[in-house]
């Protein structure tokens, strides 16, 4: 069965470097997310992404994220300058479509945890 | 706007036993519902959703969920729990009448199943 996958599957790193989360979705889906869960905390949406553009972000979505998908078959995420509250599971989501129906159900890869020191 | 409670931080069944795991939602439409498992150190694996028609739906694992509308809840049920259902349960709700298509999670409900 097709699924998500993310790497690394866990990230340390100083404050203020530069991250990249990688992300291969399900191949024939068209629609991308990234969410990040806080350690003990609920799973809060960061953005989703078609036809090469952001769909929706939101209010954490900030100007230190960027998404790219630089190729047919990898989503990235960047963290520009990584701050200590950065550190959470980020995962990476795809769906075939939307607007109701089984497309659009997301299927989630398996996070990377990231650790900002 | 859209959002969904879960009101047990965690539920604690014997092995054999029904499970039941609550999640109740607010939306100014008509809701998608879904509920994903995880387990330690994993993703969100998808268990099944309620997008319309019968109100009963059946998922992953022998777990269902029965939508009341009156009530809005979409409660999570298996009728005999095993020690690996012993999980973390997300709940979500998605507004079909909204502007956004990104669901909202619950804080999740920690399962424990007991031998």
């Known amino acids: 069965e097709p699924e998500v996958t993310q790497t690394p599957s866990h990230q340390v790193t100083q404050m203020g470097q530069e991250v990249i989360l990688r992300c291969v979705p399900i191949s024939n889906h068209l629609y991308f997310y990234w969410y990040r869960q806080i350690l003990g905390q609920k799973v809060e949406f960061l953005v989703s992404?078609?036809?090469?553009?952001?769909?929706?972000k939101s209010e954490i979505f900030d100007d230190q994220f960027s998404v790219e998908r630089p190729d047919g078959s990898n989503f990235t995420l960047k963290i520009r300058s990584t701050k200590l509250e950065d550190s959470a599971m980020y995962f990476c989501a795809s769906s075939e479509s939307l607007g109701g129906g089984s497309q659009e159900t997301q299927y989630f890869g398996p996070g990377t945890r990231l650790l900002v020191l | 706007a859209q959002s969904v409670a879960q009101p047990e931080d965690q539920v604690n069944v014997a092995e054999g036993n029904p499970l039941t795991v609550k999640c109740t939602y607010s939306?100014?439409?008509?809701?998608?519902l879904f509920w994903y498992v995880q387990y330690p150190n994993r993703g969100l694996q998808f268990l099944l959703k309620?997008?319309?028609?019968?109100?009963l739906v059946k998922g992953s694992y022998g777990f269902e969920a029965e939508f009341n509308k009156s009530q809005t809840s979409f409660h999570l049920k298996k009728p005999s729990a095993l020690v690996s259902d012993s999980a973390l349960y997300f709940c979500a709700v998605r507004d079909a009448s909204g502007g956004s298509y990104i669901p909202t999670f619950g804080r999740g409900t920690s399962l424990i199943v007991h031998p």
């Open positions: 939306v100014s439409g008509n809701p998608y």
């Open positions: 309620y997008i319309t028609g019968d109100n």
């Open positions: 992404f078609y036809n090469n553009e952001i769909s929706e």
